[in-house]
Nanobody, 122 residues
Framework: QVQLVESGGGLVQPGGSLRLSCVAS????????MYWVRQAPGKGLQWVAA????????DYKDSVKGQFTISRDNAKNMVYLQMNSLKPEDTGLYFC???????????????RGQGTQVTVSS
């Protein structure tokens, strides 16, 4: 079955950095766009970053452009999110998610992991 397991979250001061990781299993990883989505306190899920199957095309929510970098390693079934210059408003539960359609960026996901908490606070 599909499994997505995130790690790398934590408590960081404003201006700090974190690198989130997600290991995938149970599907042909290299055939699917992958996403990082965020749930801020009291809010719904919000897409923040996307990467295509080959890792050479990325897309970001406007508010994180130039701040976050998504990447993937298809040999390791891993997707990453490098987060720099973190702000309190970046606080939330971060999930990696799999596109529901193979070989296409539908921006709709059918599976996501349990999430990793990121808290930005002084």
């Amino acid at each position: 079955q599909v499994q997505l397991v995130e790690s790398g979250g934590g408590l960081v001061q404003p201006g700090g950095s974190l690198r989130l990781s997600c290991v995938a299993s149970g599907f042909t990883f290299s055939r699917y766009w992958m996403y990082w989505v965020r749930q801020a306190p009291g809010k719904g899920l919000q897409w923040v970053a996307a990467v295509n199957t080959g890792g050479y095309m990325t897309d970001y929510k406007d508010s994180v452009k130039g701040q976050f970098t998504i990447s993937r390693d298809n040999a390791k079934n891993m997707v990453y999110l490098q987060m720099n210059s973190l702000k309190p408003e970046d606080t939330g539960l971060y999930f990696c998610a799999k596109d529901r359609v193979a070989n296409w960026g539908s921006y709709e996901y059918d599976f996501r992991g349990q999430g990793t908490q990121v808290t930005v606070s002084s």
